[in-house]
């Protein structure tokens, strides 16, 4: 199974991802924790990565497209996938769905976590008090959300016309979020 977690910044991906690991034994594609791992290591990739990352912008398609695949081939004994904070933009979508059609794989549900925006922010900036993220304040959440709307957003219609969107209302305990995107994937089975 492979899966897209989908969803705005501070929407519960990445909480909702580590359940879904956990369940399904899937492998976890997280492509912000690929990109802050490189920065970490002083990386030329994370030097590029953070002169966008710090100012709440999107790493070029390129960039992360050529990342993305890397990463796939890296693990390729990987029966299940879950792509978390990937793809963001249609060009990084199309990529994806050529990608995994070249190695005889595809996507089998875009899990979308529905999440009011008044809710995001407040999520992301209680997240900045302990993660450390330089990106978790509020000038740059505001233009994470921004870049969200105008560049991620689109995203919806086109896996709507894949027939493979699943919104999820994202709001509510972690628990009752996770049952619900269980309840959702045992009834594609
Ligand atoms: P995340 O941890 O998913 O919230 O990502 C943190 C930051 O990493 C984003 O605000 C972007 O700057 C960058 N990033 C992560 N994934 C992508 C992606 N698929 N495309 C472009 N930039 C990305």
Redesign the pocket.
């Known amino acids: 199974m492979n899966i897209i977690i989908f969803g705005g ?1 501070g929407s519960g ?2 909480t909702q991802s580590d359940l879904l690991i956990k369940k399904y034994g899937l492998f976890h594609i ?4 690929v ?2 791992a490189e920065i970490k290591a002083g990386s030329e990739l994370g030097a590029l ?1 953070e002169s ?2 710090s ?7 390129e ?2 497209i050529g990342m ?1 695949a890397n990463v796939l081939d890296s693990n390729k004994e990987a029966t299940g996938v879950i792509f ?6 249609i060009p ?1 979508a199309q990529a994806l769905k050529s990608i995994l059609t070249e190695r005889g794989k595809e996507i089998d549900a875009v899990v979308a976590l529905e999440v009011e925006e008044n809710e995001l922010v407040a999520r992301l900036l209680k997240r900045g008090e302990i993660s450390g ?1 330089s ?1 978790d304040n509020l000038e740059t959440i505001k233009k ?1 959300l921004d ?1 969200y709307f105008s560049q991620t957003a689109p995203l919806v219609d086109f896996y709507k016309q894949e027939g493979l969107y699943k919104g999820i209302l994202g709001m509510g305990s972690i628990e009752e979020i996770f049952a619900r995107i269980t309840d959702t994937l045992e009834g594609l089975k």
Do not use: E
């Not at 997280?30 to 924790?33: A, E, N, Q, Y």
């Not at 100012?55 to 398609?61: A, C, E, N, S, T």
């Not at 978390?84 to 933009?89: E, I, Y």
């Open positions: 910044p991906k990445g997280s492509t912000g924790d990109l802050r990565a966008y990352i100012k709440g912008q999107l790493v070029p398609d960039v992360i993305l978390d904070g990937f793809p963001r933009t990084q993220r990106d994470r870049v």
